[in-house]
């Protein structure tokens, strides 16, 4: 049998960082545009407000994947 080494083993760590890392974002920006779009079928005229406060709220969910995507690094090459 193949002994994995140190590099190997940190390569599939950083890959279940970022993957896991990522799919809590993923899903949370599917529905906030799911719930944004309800809104804006509900109520048109305020379009541009539900606009921002989803854009706004899809950053801060974004940079939770990027959290995940530096502790990738840091495993992958620290």
């Known amino acids: 049998m193949i002994e994995p080494t140190g590099l190997d083993l940190k390569s599939i760590a950083a890959a279940i960082a970022i993957s896991v890392g ?10 906030l545009a799911a719930k944004a779009m ?3 079928g509900r109520n048109p005229e ?3 407000k539900i606009q921002a406060a989803m854009i706004l709220a899809i950053a801060f969910t974004e940079a939770i994947a ?13």
């Open 22 to 31: 990522a799919i809590g974002p993923g899903i949370g920006i599917g529905l």
């Open 38 to 40: 309800e809104a804006i």
């Open 46 to 48: 305020a379009a541009g």
């Open 66 to 78: 990027i959290y995940a995507l530096v502790v990738a690094l840091i495993i992958k090459f620290i």
